[in-house]
């Protein structure tokens, strides 16, 4: 079994910034990807940015350029960099890892969920 647990959400102006941590730990073979996933109210969950082993990168068109995906392999650990954050960027944001717990079984797990409220 493996857990996510994210850190580093809460409430900010227009224009600043935060930065989301997810921490994956239990039976852990390989981590395949990482990566953040966002849902607001009344929305369906969308994709905001993903990690691979490779190092390959993914983000949505509404945060190039303003949010940064890294991860920290010895912590098997993913983080979100949110910068020049906006309104629309308010959701509850989801850590997902996509995780190999034997030679031959991969598993997607979620994290609970982290609220990031930007006001104007």
């Known amino acids: 079994q493996v857990q996510l647990v994210e850190s580093g959400g809460g409430l900010v102006h227009g224009g600043g910034s935060l930065r989301l941590s997810c921490a994956a730990s239990?039976?852990?073979?390989?981590?395949?990807?990482m990566g953040w996933y966002r849902q607001a109210p009344g929305k369906e969950r969308e994709l905001v940015a993903q990690?691979?082993?490779?190092?390959?990168?993914t983000y949505a068109d509404s945060v190039k350029g303003r949010f940064t995906i890294s991860r920290d392999d010895a912590k098997n650990t993913v983080y979100l960099q949110m910068n020049n954050l906006k309104p629309e960027d308010t959701a509850v944001y989801y850590c997902?890892?996509?995780?190999?717990?034997?030679?031959?079984?991969?598993?997607?797990?979620w994290g609970q969920g982290t609220q990031v409220a930007v006001s104007s």
């Open positions: 239990g039976t852990i073979f390989g981590i395949i990807a």
């Open positions: 990690i691979t082993a490779g190092g390959k990168t």
């Open positions: 997902n890892a996509f995780i190999a717990t034997m030679i031959d079984t991969s598993v997607n797990y």
